[in-house]
């Protein structure tokens, strides 16, 4: 839609990316109605930060009647399909959208989108970096024509950070954008970045897409809307990901954790060296050892954002320098302090069992492990048989721990897990941990469920169990 004057349009969902999307429309001439389904007393802060600006609001639900003045559904990404508001709508063949798509038609610069299953904040975050390196202190570069330099600015943001359509009206066709896109953002799209990577397909979010089957379709929406010119990255050791691979229409460039075939580009690990092939050949790139992020899984996001960087024309030595300083995001296996010799581990962003799994395969030392939240139908018995295996203590707390302790079963004598404790809380639990824990173990809350039966997000989550560790003594 290039003309937004007057145009009648209601977003579902006053959170980062509604509120973000209201803004920029009604700044743009819209006539927006913003609808949430909270009450109206939990709204104030959210209607005092859009004051200055003509917006209707509409709270306690969603009510039918919204939809009989309204060109445009804009979701928020939180906000489920299966609403009956959304069914509606397409049902009077109301178009519908959200934050990432008007995005991706406003921008006047080249976009590179990430997405998957695990792995892909670190990533993204880590693609910013390589191309902030790029343009400030090796550029000028060039991608299809554009010259890239300092005077390039690079924004990071779309499912991590701030949306992007905050900024779209700052920015230049010489700049770049970085997204993360979630596989919510992705159900609606009709708009794919010039760079398109999907890291892993795995089992999560199952309570929202239903099935596998949904899941992945979601996913490969990234793929659905590129031209021949453009650029995917998929995962080379993930079936889910190299399974899109028909779906590419530009180059396919992979990322491994072992040597790519002769005939692919991308990023790999040749013993402990990581390496990079183009078509005209391969260098190396640093040793393992030089990788600060722990774990495989981390090692494979590094891999994925080289072979990013590369097929978005990045410098070599800019994506090095990023790469050999890059510590890692908040909330993903962030190590919070050590005290008393034992370490605690911050992953709140593990909000399914298989990156709970990750995450424990990241230590060799004795764990304590900290698992729960709300469960998104996914299945635990690979995670509990893991536990068996490598964890010496667990606490379970919130609305999945009898879930989770059923798919561990009772601690057998002399065998892992050596206890497993409830907690009322996450804060109970920090405690819980700290009584069991001694010097050289690693506490580790990697909780496999999400975190809205008890905080507004995994990084609410993640900052309050920082306050309560530094806060022990």
Known sequence: ?????????????????????????????????????????????????????????????????????CDLLCLSGGVPLNLPIVAEAVRRGTPLSNDTQIFMEVAPCKTIGITGSAGKSTTTALVGEM?????????????????????SVVYVGGNLGDPLINYADDMKPDDLAVLEISSFQLEQITASPDVAAVLNVTPNHLDRHGNMQAYTAAKARILDFQARDDAAILGRDDPGA????????????????????????????????????????????????????????????????????????????????????????????????????????????????????????????????????????????????????????????????????????????????????????LKDAVCKAADVAQSGDVVLLAPGGTSYDAFKDFEERGEQFRQWVQDLS
């Open 131 to 151: 191309a902030r390196r790029a343009c400030a202190d090796h550029g000028p570069w060039t991608l299809d024509a554009i010259s890239y330099g300092p005077s």
């Open 242 to 425: 190299w399974g899109l691979r028909a779906k590419v229409k530009g180059s396919l460039s992979a990322f491994s954790l072992m040597p790519l075939e002769k005939d692919l580009t991308g990023a790999y690990l040749d013993k402990q060296d990581l390496k990079l092939r183009d078509h005209s050949g391969e260098q190396p790139l640093m040793s393992r050892d030089q990788v600060r992020l722990r774990g495989d899984h981390n090692l494979s996001n590094v891999l994925a954002a080289f072979a990013i960087g590369q097929a978005a024309g990045l410098a070599v030595a800019g994506m090095l320098k990023a790469a050999q300083d890059f510590r890692g995001v908040p909330n993903r296996l962030e190590l919070i302090r050590e005290l008393h010799g034992v370490r605690w581990y911050n992953d709140s962003i593990a909000t399914a069992p298989e990156r709970s799994m990750a995450d424990i395969r990241a230590f060799d030392e004795p764990l304590v492990l900290l698992l729960g939240g709300r469960d998104k139908d996914l299945p635990w018995a690979d995670l509990a048989a893991l536990v068996r295996e490598r964890v010496d203590h667990v606490v379970l707390f919130g609305e999945a721990a009898e879930k989770i302790a059923a798919a561990i079963g009772e601690p057998q004598p002399g065998a892992r897990p050596y206890s497993i404790a409830r907690a009322e809380s």
């Open 1 to 69: 839609m290039g003309d937004w004057s007057g145009k009648r349009v209601l977003v579902l969902g006053a959170a980062r990316q509604g509120m973000a999307l209201a803004r920029w429309l009604t700044r743009h001439g819209a006539r927006v109605t913003l609808s949430d389904a909270r009450p109206e007393h939990e709204l104030i802060p959210a209607r005092e930060s859009l004051a200055d600006l003509p917006v209707r609001w509409a709270a306690g639900g969603h009510s039918l009647e919204l939809l009989n003045d």
